[in-house]
């Protein structure tokens, strides 16, 4: 029988969470000083809320690249706590924001937007940045009650910009949260703007990036605010954008050596898969990708072929997709991307050992990638083998302990591999990581009738006791 796994990387902090707090975060006490230990515990707690209400990009190669992305930036930053947590949100609009504790988030619009990774990265280096100053906390003298108080209006206004778009109530919410973390003047968010823009750009450089990107990406931000009129994307409700701060960038920029940087190709191609998920009807998105291909040129025509190759797949036509995709992986034959969309296509025609063979050996090139074990699985669990698949992503699982998408479709999969006893343990922990304890317990409950020893019964109490603890610091209990 699996264990399951009790999340010590990013979890076990909550286990010394104190008493009951009727506001859904933690209670440290008014007026202590916080420490990056207890940010770390509300952010944790702040992240299960906001699984909970916001929408979530499940696309395991987006996330791979996104987190690679900023792990690259925080081992040049100056953060003391790299115990980093990444959640994609399902939104075209422009935004990306760092949670006290080393929550980060990227809308999808964002990747739309930028031209290149740097772009990006100059987004994501900039609320490292935040987080590496710990602006939140200076803002608010340390006090640990109005942060969360702060905290909260941040989750409210962040789903709803998540949820909404741009609406009126998601920038409402945006503004009046951020006003609650400042508690100060307009002149104090802009010392903050400016201190995350300045270390935000050395970790640029440091991490090998182009130090013109921020100037690049402001320009675009502010080229797309236009389009909003009243309304402009939220990144620059939080970040007030001025003619001055873009001169200051380029400015910054401009004091660096200059050298050659290589953008790269992987960045148009998941722009591609970004602009896939907005678009619902398979005929539509065929149809778009082939405008695309045919008006764009270089690293864009590339990704625009990429992305009618994924978009004939979901149509169904996977004797053009392959035809497309050949010489595409015959230029590049390492590429990840590439890769699985050819075992896509032979997934789609049921072509079942070929898509399992191929995956097979991009593990054994890259074992524990997670894209590429997520797409064996599927196929598993396409060809009715559902017993490698539970086995597959019950040890993924272990590298993978915080990932709530994972522990659902591994739920899922035990179902149909008659794996009862796993199934509750592993909603318990989809449960625990979306911050709904009583249905975690109840998992837990109904997994102790089926444990088939003592020494399970006594780990299956300790996690019930553990999901009790969480519980009653979110105020659930």
């Known amino acids: 029988m699996r264990k399951l796994l009790l999340s010590i990387t990013a979890f076990a902090a909550l286990v010394a969470l104190p008493a ?10 008014e007026g202590n000083a916080v420490s990056l230990n ?27 690249y996104i987190e690679e992305l900023i792990f690259r930036l925080a081992q040049t ?9 990444v959640v994609m949100v399902d939104n075209a609009t422009i935004n990306a924001f760092a949670v006290p504790g080393g929550v980060v988030g990227v809308h999808g619009g964002l990747l739309l937007a930028a031209e290149n990774e740097a772009q990006v990265a100059s987004v994501l280096g900039h609320e490292l940045a935040h987080l590496s100053q710990r602006h939140f906390s200076r803002s608010r003298e340390n006090a640990a009650v109005t942060q969360k108080k702060a905290l909260l209006g941040m989750l409210g206004g962040l789903v709803a910009a998540a ?8 920038v409402a919410a945006v503004a009046g949260s951020q006003a609650a973390a400042q508690g100060e003047s307009l002149r104090y968010s802009r010392q903050h703007e400016q201190e995350a823009d300045r270390v935000g750009m050395q970790n640029l450089v440091a991490a090998g990036y182009d130090p013109n990107a921020t100037a690049g990406m402001f320009e675009v931000m502010q080229a797309e605010s236009r389009k909003y009129g009243s309304r402009p994307p939220e990144f620059l409700l939080t970040h007030p954008l001025t003619e001055r701060r873009i001169a200051d960038a380029r400015n910054r920029a401009g004091q660096y050596p200059r050298r050659m940087y290589q953008d790269n190709p992987d960045f148009h191609l998941m722009r591609a898969r970004v602009a896939l998920t907005q678009i619902e009807d398979p005929a539509e998105a065929v149809a778009h990708f082939r405008k695309q291909r045919k008006e764009s040129h270089g690293a864009e025509a590339v990704a625009a072929q990429y992305g009618l190759v994924l978009a004939l797949t979901r149509n169904g036509e996977t004797a053009e997709a392959r035809t497309l995709l050949k010489p595409m992986r015959e230029f590049k034959p390492s590429s990840i991307p590439y890769g699985l969309a ?15 063979a191929t995956l097979q050996r991009g593990l054994e090139l890259v074992p524990g990638n ?15 083998r559902y017993t490698e698949a539970d086995e597959l992503l019950t040890a993924h699982a272990e590298v993978k302990p915080t990932n709530a998408i994972l522990w659902y479709w591994l739920a899922e999969v035990q179902g149909l591999a008659g794996n009862v006893y796993g199934v509750h343990q592993s909603r318990a922990q989809y449960y625990f990581l979306n911050g709904a304890m009583p249905p975690a317990l109840e998992q837990i409950d109904l997994a102790l009738k089926l444990a088939p020893n003592d020494v399970e019964v006594e780990r299956l109490n300790q996690r019930r006791g553990f999901f009790i603890q969480v519980g009653h610091a979110l105020g659930q209990f």
């Not at 009951?20 to 006490?29: A, E, I, R, V, Y």
């Not at 930053?77 to 947590?85: A, G, P, V």
């Not at 949820?163 to 998601?170: I, P, Q, R, T, W």
């Open 342 to 356: 050819g075992a896509d296509i032979a997934l789609q025609e049921e072509r079942f050992e070929d898509a399992v």
């Open 77 to 85: 930053s100056q953060l003391r706590e790299r115990r980093l947590e």
């Open 20 to 29: 009951q707090s009727q506001d859904g975060l933690p209670d440290f006490g």
């Open 163 to 170: 949820a909404g778009g741009g609406s009126d109530v998601g």
């Open 370 to 384: 997670h894209p590429i074990t997520i797409q064996l699985a599927k196929t598993y669990f396409k060809a009715g």
């Open 38 to 64: 207890q940010e770390y515990m509300l952010g944790r707690a702040w992240l299960m809320q906001f699984r909970r209400q916001a929408p979530l990009l499940a696309d395991p190669l987006l996330q791979d």
